[in-house]
């Protein structure tokens, strides 16, 4: 169970263009979506939280406008890279939550999307 | 305060031995300390994770330490395989409330055959 699936895995865009990359919780409904960016041997940055129905709580330095995060329903959130340029290039991770307490609803994290800008 | 410390960066550890990732953290709020597995090219997994009222959690052969008066959490891998090879992230976070995770830096752990 808690199977979190992440579309595509990997994509390449051409500079300037969007790509929208989606998340989606198979078999529990996830009240709290997180999606983090990861570059190549580095630690997970948190970018932005989001819960159903409410706007993305974005993280310092973490451009909005730039990184749109839609969580249409409990399961399934949407990041979109507007306008993208070759520093987007990044590895973007999503991870869902069931419940609040994280004990008993674990984070589970999707396999990433591999992001290049040419 | 919201920095997690993880050591060492790198580990390699002979087939059969024993693996150790310290991470201490500052944040006395935190109430959650997860650690997590990530292969190459996936998303991290959840391994296993304890909260600070057990000074130990053993699964297999994966035991977290916790010394809450250090602030201080280990993963300790028993029996080592190859099959071990990946990064190890420790992590910490509230327990209720939605409240997001703070990542430690990550360990490269290469078990030898």
């Known amino acids: 169970g808690a199977v979190v699936s992440q579309h595509p895995s990997r994509v390449i865009c051409k500079s300037g263009t969007s790509v929208k990359i989606e998340c989606r919780s198979l078999?529990?409904?996830?009240?709290?979506m997180f999606w983090y960016r990861q570059f190549p041997k580095q630690s997970l940055m948190l970018m932005a939280t989001s819960n159903e129905g409410s706007k993305a709580t974005y993280e310092q330095g973490v451009e909005k406008d730039k990184f749109l995060i839609n969580h249409a329903s409990l399961t399934l959130s949407t990041l979109t890279v507007t306008s993208a340029h070759p520093e987007d290039s990044s590895f973007y991770i999503c991870?869902?939550?069931?419940?609040?307490?994280?004990?008993?609803?674990?984070?589970?994290f999707g396999n990433g999307t591999r992001l290049t800008v040419t | 305060q919201q920095q997690v410390k993880q050591s060492p960066q790198s580990l390699i550890v002979q087939k059969g031995g024993i693996s150790i990732i310290n991470c201490a953290y500052e944040n006395t709020a935190f109430d959650y300390f997860p650690w997590y597995q990530q292969f190459p090219g996936k998303g991290p997994a959840l391994l296993i994770a304890?909260?600070?009222?057990?000074s130990e959690k053993k699964e297999g052969r994966f035991t977290i330490s916790f010394n809450k008066s250090a602030k201080q959490f280990s993963l300790h891998i028993m029996d080592s395989q190859p099959g071990d090879s990946a990064t190890y992230f420790c992590a910490a976070g509230g327990d209720t409330g939605f409240q997001k995770l703070v990542f430690g830096t990550g360990t490269r752990l290469l078990v030898s055959p």
């Open positions: 078999d529990f409904q996830a009240t709290t």
């Open positions: 304890i909260r600070p009222d057990v």
């Open positions: 991870s869902a939550r069931a419940g609040r307490d994280s004990y008993n609803s674990p984070l589970h």
